[in-house]
Protein backbone atom coordinates (compact mmCIF):
# COMPACT_ATOMS: atom_id res chain seq x y z
CA UNK A 1 0.00 0.00 0.00
CA UNK A 2 0.88 3.60 -0.34
CA UNK A 3 1.74 3.84 2.95
CA UNK A 4 -0.97 6.70 4.22
CA UNK A 5 -1.87 7.68 7.78
CA UNK A 6 -5.11 9.82 8.88
CA UNK A 7 -4.87 10.96 12.30
CA UNK A 8 -7.05 11.26 14.19
CA UNK A 9 -9.22 8.22 12.89
CA UNK A 10 -12.01 9.59 15.64
CA UNK A 11 -13.00 12.97 16.50
CA UNK A 12 -15.51 14.62 18.25
CA UNK A 13 -15.42 18.41 18.52
CA UNK A 14 -17.67 21.36 19.27
CA UNK A 15 -19.57 23.92 16.60
CA UNK A 16 -17.45 26.69 16.12
CA UNK A 17 -13.95 24.81 17.06
CA UNK A 18 -11.23 24.75 14.43
CA UNK A 19 -9.91 21.50 13.91
CA UNK A 20 -7.29 20.17 11.72
CA UNK A 21 -7.24 16.78 10.04
CA UNK A 22 -3.66 15.18 8.66
CA UNK A 23 -3.33 12.96 5.99
CA UNK A 24 0.73 11.43 6.05
CA UNK A 25 2.41 9.66 3.30
CA UNK A 26 5.51 7.73 2.63
CA UNK A 27 5.97 7.31 -0.98
CA UNK A 28 6.23 10.92 -2.05
CA UNK A 29 3.31 10.81 -4.62
CA UNK A 30 3.14 14.24 -5.93
CA UNK A 31 -1.15 14.72 -6.14
CA UNK A 32 -2.79 13.80 -2.60
CA UNK A 33 -6.90 14.25 -2.17
CA UNK A 34 -9.17 15.04 0.87
CA UNK A 35 -12.89 13.93 0.05
CA UNK A 36 -15.77 13.47 2.16
CA UNK A 37 -18.37 10.37 2.34
CA UNK A 38 -21.74 10.80 3.71
CA UNK A 39 -24.75 8.49 3.02
CA UNK A 40 -26.43 9.29 -0.30
CA UNK A 41 -23.90 11.49 -1.44
CA UNK A 42 -21.15 8.97 -1.82
CA UNK A 43 -17.59 10.50 -2.06
CA UNK A 44 -17.03 14.32 -2.70
CA UNK A 45 -13.83 16.08 -3.34
CA UNK A 46 -12.71 19.01 -0.99
CA UNK A 47 -9.56 19.94 -1.99
CA UNK A 48 -6.50 18.59 -3.34
CA UNK A 49 -3.01 19.00 -3.91
CA UNK A 50 -0.73 18.39 -6.97
CA UNK A 51 2.82 19.69 -4.89
CA UNK A 52 4.20 21.38 -2.33
CA UNK A 53 2.16 24.57 -1.44
CA UNK A 54 -0.17 23.60 -4.66
CA UNK A 55 -3.31 23.27 -4.18
CA UNK A 56 -6.92 23.64 -5.47
CA UNK A 57 -10.77 23.37 -4.40
CA UNK A 58 -13.13 20.74 -5.05
CA UNK A 59 -16.80 20.40 -5.36
CA UNK A 60 -17.20 21.20 -1.72
CA UNK A 61 -14.49 23.42 -0.51
CA UNK A 62 -16.50 26.07 1.10
CA UNK A 63 -15.49 25.83 5.33
CA UNK A 64 -12.30 24.01 4.31
CA UNK A 65 -8.90 24.96 4.15
CA UNK A 66 -5.74 23.11 3.02
CA UNK A 67 -2.03 23.22 3.17
CA UNK A 68 0.63 21.23 2.02
CA UNK A 69 4.02 22.83 2.97
CA UNK A 70 6.08 18.81 2.84
CA UNK A 71 5.46 16.50 0.01
CA UNK A 72 4.18 13.64 2.68
CA UNK A 73 1.68 15.73 5.04
CA UNK A 74 -1.81 17.25 3.36
CA UNK A 75 -3.56 19.09 6.33
CA UNK A 76 -7.45 19.51 6.07
CA UNK A 77 -8.68 22.65 8.33
CA UNK A 78 -12.10 23.26 9.58
CA UNK A 79 -11.55 26.57 10.49
CA UNK A 80 -14.84 26.48 12.83
CA UNK A 81 -16.18 23.36 12.93
CA UNK A 82 -20.36 23.10 12.12
CA UNK A 83 -22.98 20.00 12.37
CA UNK A 84 -23.12 19.74 8.80
CA UNK A 85 -19.31 19.06 8.67
CA UNK A 86 -19.90 15.80 10.53
CA UNK A 87 -18.95 13.40 8.25
CA UNK A 88 -16.40 10.91 7.20
CA UNK A 89 -13.26 11.96 5.80
CA UNK A 90 -10.67 10.48 3.62
CA UNK A 91 -7.50 11.17 2.33
CA UNK A 92 -5.84 9.28 -1.06
CA UNK A 93 -3.08 9.75 -3.07
CA UNK A 94 -2.56 9.15 -7.08
CA UNK A 95 -0.12 6.40 -7.57
CA UNK A 96 0.10 6.68 -11.24
CA UNK A 97 -0.83 3.54 -13.34
CA UNK A 98 -1.83 2.06 -9.90
CA UNK A 99 -4.41 4.65 -9.47
CA UNK A 100 -5.66 6.09 -6.43
CA UNK A 101 -4.80 4.77 -2.65
CA UNK A 102 -6.98 5.86 -0.13
CA UNK A 103 -6.36 5.92 3.96
CA UNK A 104 -8.46 4.55 6.54
CA UNK A 105 -10.37 7.45 6.76
CA UNK A 106 -11.11 10.03 10.04
CA UNK A 107 -14.82 9.95 12.04
CA UNK A 108 -15.53 13.39 12.79
CA UNK A 109 -18.41 14.21 14.85
CA UNK A 110 -19.60 18.19 15.36
CA UNK A 111 -21.70 18.48 18.38
CA UNK B 1 -19.94 19.10 -13.03
CA UNK B 2 -19.90 15.47 -14.09
CA UNK B 3 -21.89 12.91 -12.45
CA UNK B 4 -22.34 9.27 -12.19
CA UNK B 5 -25.01 7.60 -11.57
CA UNK B 6 -24.84 4.07 -9.85
CA UNK B 7 -27.55 1.32 -9.74
CA UNK B 8 -28.95 -0.37 -7.65
CA UNK B 9 -28.26 1.65 -4.69
CA UNK B 10 -28.55 -1.40 -2.33
CA UNK B 11 -28.63 -5.04 -3.37
CA UNK B 12 -29.50 -8.19 -1.23
CA UNK B 13 -29.22 -11.58 -2.97
CA UNK B 14 -28.37 -15.71 -1.91
CA UNK B 15 -25.13 -16.48 -2.30
CA UNK B 16 -24.47 -18.48 -5.52
CA UNK B 17 -26.86 -15.51 -7.36
CA UNK B 18 -25.56 -13.30 -10.28
CA UNK B 19 -25.52 -9.56 -10.22
CA UNK B 20 -24.95 -6.41 -12.12
CA UNK B 21 -24.11 -3.17 -10.77
CA UNK B 22 -24.69 0.14 -13.41
CA UNK B 23 -22.51 3.17 -13.23
CA UNK B 24 -24.09 5.72 -15.45
CA UNK B 25 -23.04 9.32 -16.75
CA UNK B 26 -23.72 11.88 -19.65
CA UNK B 27 -19.75 12.85 -19.55
CA UNK B 28 -17.21 11.19 -21.36
CA UNK B 29 -14.22 9.95 -18.83
CA UNK B 30 -10.84 9.36 -19.77
CA UNK B 31 -11.05 6.02 -17.54
CA UNK B 32 -13.40 4.39 -15.00
CA UNK B 33 -12.19 2.84 -11.72
CA UNK B 34 -14.18 0.10 -9.27
CA UNK B 35 -13.56 0.78 -5.66
CA UNK B 36 -14.79 -1.89 -2.85
CA UNK B 37 -15.35 -0.45 0.46
CA UNK B 38 -15.50 -2.33 3.72
CA UNK B 39 -16.64 -0.57 6.86
CA UNK B 40 -14.09 1.38 8.50
CA UNK B 41 -11.58 1.61 6.18
CA UNK B 42 -11.15 3.36 2.93
CA UNK B 43 -12.11 2.36 -0.69
CA UNK B 44 -9.82 -0.25 -2.43
CA UNK B 45 -9.48 -0.34 -5.98
CA UNK B 46 -10.19 -3.13 -8.12
CA UNK B 47 -9.72 -2.12 -11.39
CA UNK B 48 -9.75 0.58 -13.80
CA UNK B 49 -10.85 0.76 -17.27
CA UNK B 50 -9.49 2.47 -19.88
CA UNK B 51 -10.71 1.94 -23.53
CA UNK B 52 -14.09 1.85 -24.75
CA UNK B 53 -15.50 -1.57 -24.86
CA UNK B 54 -12.79 -2.68 -22.48
CA UNK B 55 -13.49 -6.35 -20.48
CA UNK B 56 -11.15 -6.61 -17.70
CA UNK B 57 -12.04 -9.85 -15.36
CA UNK B 58 -11.23 -10.73 -11.74
CA UNK B 59 -11.60 -13.77 -10.61
CA UNK B 60 -15.84 -13.79 -10.81
CA UNK B 61 -15.78 -10.36 -11.42
CA UNK B 62 -16.56 -8.61 -14.77
CA UNK B 63 -16.06 -5.26 -15.49
CA UNK B 64 -17.19 -3.71 -18.74
CA UNK B 65 -16.21 0.05 -20.14
CA UNK B 66 -18.79 1.63 -22.53
CA UNK B 67 -17.63 2.07 -25.96
CA UNK B 68 -19.12 5.60 -25.29
CA UNK B 69 -16.85 5.58 -22.25
CA UNK B 70 -19.85 7.08 -20.70
CA UNK B 71 -20.66 4.03 -18.38
CA UNK B 72 -19.59 0.86 -17.01
CA UNK B 73 -21.00 -2.16 -15.39
CA UNK B 74 -19.66 -4.44 -13.04
CA UNK B 75 -21.09 -8.06 -13.14
CA UNK B 76 -20.69 -10.85 -10.18
CA UNK B 77 -20.59 -14.43 -10.95
CA UNK B 78 -22.05 -16.68 -7.83
CA UNK B 79 -21.78 -14.37 -5.52
CA UNK B 80 -20.48 -15.30 -2.15
CA UNK B 81 -20.39 -13.78 1.14
CA UNK B 82 -17.15 -12.37 1.25
CA UNK B 83 -18.16 -9.94 -1.65
CA UNK B 84 -20.50 -8.01 0.79
CA UNK B 85 -19.03 -4.78 0.89
CA UNK B 86 -19.80 -0.97 -0.79
CA UNK B 87 -19.06 -1.21 -4.57
CA UNK B 88 -17.91 2.33 -6.27
CA UNK B 89 -17.48 4.08 -9.47
CA UNK B 90 -15.55 6.59 -10.21
CA UNK B 91 -14.42 8.55 -13.21
CA UNK B 92 -11.44 10.41 -14.05
CA UNK B 93 -12.15 13.22 -16.45
CA UNK B 94 -8.31 14.19 -16.64
CA UNK B 95 -9.40 17.83 -15.34
CA UNK B 96 -6.20 17.20 -12.87
CA UNK B 97 -6.43 13.89 -12.03
CA UNK B 98 -9.61 14.47 -10.23
CA UNK B 99 -11.85 11.34 -9.53
CA UNK B 100 -15.99 12.15 -9.42
CA UNK B 101 -17.71 8.74 -7.69
CA UNK B 102 -21.21 7.42 -8.04
CA UNK B 103 -22.94 7.21 -5.25
CA UNK B 104 -21.99 3.61 -4.55
CA UNK B 105 -24.42 0.24 -4.65
CA UNK B 106 -24.27 -1.48 -0.88
CA UNK B 107 -24.39 -5.15 -1.53
CA UNK B 108 -25.33 -7.74 0.53
CA UNK B 109 -24.65 -11.76 0.13
CA UNK B 110 -26.31 -13.76 2.50
CA UNK B 111 -25.25 -17.42 2.97
Known amino acids: DAGITQSPRHKVTETGTPVTLRCHQT?????MYWYRQDPGHGLRLIHY???????DKGEVSDGYSVSRSKTEDFLLTLESATSSQTSVYFCAVLRGAYGYTFGSGTRLTVV | TQLLEQSPQFLSIQEGENLTVYCNSS?????LQWYRQEPGEGPVLLVTVVTGGEVKKLKRLTFQFGDARKDSSLHITAAQPGDTGLYLCAGDGNAGNMLTFGGGTRLMVKP
Open chain 1, 49 to 55: SYGVKDT
Open chain 2, 27 to 31: SVFSS
Open chain 1, 27 to 31: ENHRY
